[in-house]
Nanobody, 125 residues
Framework: QVQLVESGGGLVQAGNSLRLSCAAS????????MGWFRQAPGKEREFVAA????????IYADSVKDRFTISRDNAKNTVYLQMDSLKPEDTTVYYC??????????????????WGQGTQVTVSS
């Protein structure tokens, strides 16, 4: 079993930055792909970024490419999402997700098996 706890959300002005963290408990963190998704009320969950088990490969949604950076520290069982040049349309709840051990990283929420509780990000104009 894996438990994920996000932190780092908050209120910022447009153009500023935030760094989200996701701490994972349980074993085999370095065998799991990790992803970040976001979901606004009444909307479907949206892919943001994903990273492979080693941290050597990443993928991003077009809407955040060149502004957001996903990274991981396997020694700390933590994945990060550095969000720069934030826009009001980035406002929503952000979720961390982990795959089953050995699964490849993906943009599809169905490929992830464990989810955090979410952290709110609000960007004011």
């Amino acid at each position: 079993q894996v438990q994920l706890v996000e932190s780092g959300g908050g209120l910022v002005q447009a153009g500023n930055s935030l760094r989200l963290s996701c701490a994972a408990s349980g074993h085999a963190f370095n065998t799991r792909a990790m992803g970040w998704f976001r979901q606004a009320p009444g909307k479907e969950r949206e892919f943001v970024a994903a990273i492979d088990r080693s941290g050597g490969s990443t993928i991003y949604a077009d809407s955040v490419k060149d502004r957001f950076t996903i990274s991981r520290d396997n020694a700390k069982n933590t994945v990060y999402l550095q969000m720069d040049s934030l826009k009001p349309e980035d406002t929503t709840v952000y979720y961390c997700a982990a795959s089953y051990s050995g699964r490849t990283y993906s943009t599809k929420s169905g490929q992830y098996d464990y989810w955090g509780q979410g952290t709110q990000v609000t960007v004011s104009s």
